[in-house]
């Protein structure tokens, strides 16, 4: 069957995503980007898998972290580790950078909501080439922008407003790792897909380091969330 | 599993407004820098203004990815025009040229609001004005965007430029100097990020006339 109502090809259309990650955080700092994401992989509102690699590193510049439908950022590796491993073939000294595997990224996205097919994801593009640091993001339609500080999905609504009170060109990759672990903890508090799990990525012109998973120190014993319904009254 | 999202589309408003004022030897043209996607900010400074050739500079809103993808396509197709004919595109030429890229995406549009500005071969400023899928008109001045329905109105009120039916036909282009054309253009801008909540951040504004190109930047409110 094959129609201008429905074809074969539309069974394999994503028309909503199955497993999926929550928000990414990246941010830039004093010597590079550092990049926040939980490991939580969810199935609808059933948290179905703990240990979800959502950063991934792109070639020796860059480093990629994902939100939405997995299998599709799994997918998309596919298409990086194949580019990157087709640019080394050519053995001339020349490497992706973090603008190029950004700017591929956005191609890829693009043409694929354009043939209704979207992969169903948010990404974020950090990088360092050449003293250059890079901070990028690229949506499911292919929207896409750079700025100092990016996050995907409710990290844009509770973190940007914290890193756009504290973000400053001279963090230390001390005082960067703190402000992140400071988004992911309220993400972890206010978003009920995040998990008490995550990594820390970390790229410089050293290259990529992605960290242990490891968890945050948590209180929940605030009133707020002891009884919210405290001067609520009336309300159940 | 129940469908959980609503429907996806592929398109979506990333918000913004422009606005390009054209005078005997200059053009204005100005855009906030805001990206929006429904009531959140997505960038504070994303630059909507890019310049097409050397006297054509084009400023759009609408959905981003569209407005990317066309800005890709018109540098291309000003690439191979410079390769064929040795010299940059007029702007009444990439008018056109702006028009049948829209139309030729008729029936998939790109979700483009586009004003263009610039000056033509007599170095007269130029304003074409269109809609999504191309129709497009030389205008005095025009005002595109999220914030259109509000600065349109105020821009008809100060600049009442002669009717187009007018026979002999009459200039289009505004009566007044450069400087009062940019003071006006913030003014606008000033009003709209009041009441639009799409605009807002800050305004670029590209100056263009004889003896090149000039930019200068206004802060808009930032709620």
């Not at chain 1, 609808?44 to 950063?55: D, F, H, I, P, Q």
């Not at chain 1, 990629?64 to 950022?73: K, T």
């Not at chain 2, 187009?164 to 505004?174: E, G, I, R, Y």
Request: one cysteine or more; glycine letters at 8%; charged letters at 20%.
């Amino acid at each position: 069957m094959n129609n201008l109502i429905g074809s074969d090809a539309d069974s394999q259309r994503t028309l909503y995503p199955y497993v999926t990650g929550t928000s990414v955080v990246g941010i830039k700092y004093k010597d590079g980007i550092l990049l926040a994401a939980d490991m939580g992989g969810s199935y609808g509102s059933t948290l179905r898998y703990k240990t979800v690699e959502r950063m991934k590193s792109v070639g020796k510049h860059s480093i990629i972290g994902a939100s939405g439908e997995i299998s599709d950022f799994q997918e998309i590796m596919r298409y990086l580790d194949e580019l990157i491993l087709y640019d080394n073939m050519w053995d001339d000294g020349n490497s992706f950078g973090p603008k190029e595997v950004h700017n591929y990224l956005t191609r890829v996205m693009y043409n694929r909501r354009n043939k209704f097919n979207p992969l169903w994801n948010s990404l974020v593009l950090g990088g360092v080439k050449n003293g250059q640091k890079y901070l990028g993001t690229v949506n499911m339609i292919g929207v896409h922008y750079e700025d100092n500080h990016v996050a995907t999905g409710f990290g844009n609504h509770l973190s940007r407003p914290i890193l756009r009170d504290e973000w400053h060109e001279n963090l230390t990759f001390e005082e960067g790792v703190k402000l992140l672990e400071k988004c992911m903890r309220v993400l972890l508090y206010r978003d009920r897909s995040a998990v008490n799990k995550l990594q820390i990525a970390k790229i410089t012109e050293e290259g990529v380091t992605i960290s242990q998973p490891y968890s945050l120190k948590t209180f929940w014993n605030f009133a707020a969330f002891q009884n919210p319904t405290v001067g609520a009254e009336g309300s159940w | 599993m129940t469908k959980q999202q609503a429907n996806w589309s592929p398109y979506d408003n990333n918000g913004g407004t422009c606005v390009a004022i054209a005078g005997a030897d200059y053009c204005v043209i100005a855009a906030d820098t805001r990206m929006s996607t429904g009531y959140s900010i997505l960038s504070r400074d994303y630059s909507k203004i890019i310049q097409l050739a050397d006297k054509s500079l084009m400023a759009s809103s609408g959905f981003q990815a569209d407005v990317r993808a066309l800005q890709k396509v018109l540098a291309a197709r000003h690439l191979i025009y410079q390769h064929q004919h040795n010299k940059q595109m007029s702007c009444p030429a990439m008018a056109q040229l702006l028009s049948n890229t829209l139309y030729y995406k008729r029936f998939f549009p790109y979700y483009a609001f586009n004003v263009l500005g610039g000056l033509d071969s007599e170095g007269k400023g130029c304003v074409f004005t269109y809609d999504a899928v191309g129709s497009y008109e030389r205008v005095g001045y025009s005002s595109q965007g999220s914030g259109a329905t509000l600065i349109t109105p105020f821009l008809d009120n100060q600049l009442k430029s002669p009717s187009p039916l007018l026979l002999p036909a009459k200039d289009a282009v505004t009566p007044l100097s450069e400087s009062e054309a940019i003071d006006l253009v913030k003014t606008c801008f000033a009003s709209a990020s009041e009441r639009d909540i799409y605009t807002g951040d800050k305004l670029e504004i590209v100056i263009l006339n004889a003896s090149g190109i000039r930019r200068e930047y206004l802060e808009l409110r930032k709620d």
